[in-house]
């Protein structure tokens, strides 16, 4: 099984739509978690970390269950703009992050 | 922002050829940077962790002495691919967390390589 698990998509919505990802993690000694945005060919860039009551920046919530192991990512209103590849990160210990193959979001008029 | 810069940008190289990478950190100093690999529609695979003043620790598969690090000082580590071939063509990325910022990653843009 792999460490970090996220369905690749592509996830196609049109706009306006509210759309959400899940992503699992094996390691249970898991330490923090986050949600990276990467657009095609560009390096990854932090969306939000993830924390265990849940958060949320503008129309982004992100949501941790520790006893299930996975954490998800909500996108309401969703724009043209969100089109990208969203990476699920778990560090495991020493801060070592580890990737999700990633879920492919693609928002269209 | 933290900001990690990476040089080259791209680079097209024969093979048998070795190539140096090089991921700074510009404004703030890194005794940690990691090293990534991504293939297309692949996710970022850690190759290894570069340790300032000491050896970087690699991921199991990943070849030590193929993909050699450096991390010479608190701002910069070097990665180089030795006789590289055309299945070293990727996307390579470093990344660096910014002390007292929790433990979040600042990315450098990426270099991409391709072997001929």
Redesign the interface.
């Known amino acids: 099984r792999k460490e970090v698990e996220q369905d690749p998509g592509p996830f196609n919505v049109p706009e306006g739509a509210t759309v959400a990802f899940n992503c699992t993690y094996s390691n249970s000694a898991s ?2 978690f ?1 949600w990276y945005r990467q657009d095609c ?6 969306l939000m ?1 993830v924390y265990s009551s849940g958060n949320e920046d503008g129309r982004f919530t992100a949501q941790l269950n520790r006893a299930s192991q996975y954490i998800s990512l909500l996108i309401r209103d969703s724009k043209l703009s969100d089109s990208a590849t969203y ?1 699920c ?1 778990v ?1 495991r210990g020493s ?8 879920t492919s979001l693609i928002v269209h008029p | 922002g933290a900001v990690v810069s990476q040089h080259p940008s791209w680079v097209i190289c024969k093979s048998g050829t070795s190539v140096k990478i090089e991921c700074r950190s510009l404004d703030f100093q890194a005794t940690t940077m990691f090293w990534y690999r991504q293939f297309p529609k692949q996710s970022l695979m850690l190759m290894a962790t570069s340790n300032e003043g000491s050896k970087a620790t690699y991921e199991q598969g990943v070849e030590k002495d193929k993909f050699l690090i450096n991390h010479a000082s608190l701002t910069l580590s070097t990665l180089t691919v030795t006789s590289a071939h055309p299945e070293d063509s990727s996307f390579y990325i470093c990344s660096a967390p910014p002390p007292l910022q929790g433990d979040e990653q600042f990315f450098g843009p990426g270099t991409r390589l391709t072997v001929l």
Request: no cysteine; aromatic share 14%; net charge positive.
């Open positions: 330490q923090s986050f060919r560009k390096e990854p860039k932090l970390s990476l990160v560090n801060y070592i992050p580890t990737f999700g193959r990633g």
